[in-house]
């Protein structure tokens, strides 16, 4: 039974930064593909990064240069760090993960297991 739990959402003002972590179990953590997604009210649920099984990392145009994903694979977690926001960030984040990738894989069809999101609300 995989399980994703994220933490580390609250409210910032524009232009701050702030660091969500999603904790994981029950699978290979190792070699999955992992991913953050957003989605904010009235809005589909957009991809924002993916690391894939050989470490490397995507980003969807939006966030590319303020955004960084990474994972702890000793301490089976994944990381969203998140600089320079702005109120389009505002929203519910969700941590993915799904079997072995490669390359950019953003699109919320294309995984299994979903964590309960975590919400993030930047103020200007």
């Known amino acids: 039974q995989v399980h994703l739990v994220e933490a580390g959402g609250g409210s910032v003002q524009a232009g701050g930064s702030l660091r969500l972590s999603c904790a994981s179990s029950g699978y290979t953590y190792s070699n999955y593909c992992m991913a953050w997604f957003r989605q904010a009210p009235g809005k589909e649920r957009e991809g924002v990064a993916n690391i894939d099984s050989d470490g490397a990392t995507y980003y969807a145009d939006s966030v590319k240069g303020r955004f960084t994903i990474a994972k702890d694979n000793a301490k089976v977690t994944l990381y969203l760090q998140m600089d320079t926001v702005n109120s389009a960030d505002t929203a519910m984040y969700y941590c993915?993960?799904?079997?072995?990738?490669?390359?950019?894989?953003?699109?919320?069809?294309?995984?299994?297991?979903w964590g309960q999101g975590t919400q993030v609300t930047v103020s200007s």
């Open positions: 993915a993960a799904r079997g072995p990738c490669t390359g950019l894989w953003l699109r919320s069809k294309h995984y299994n297991y």
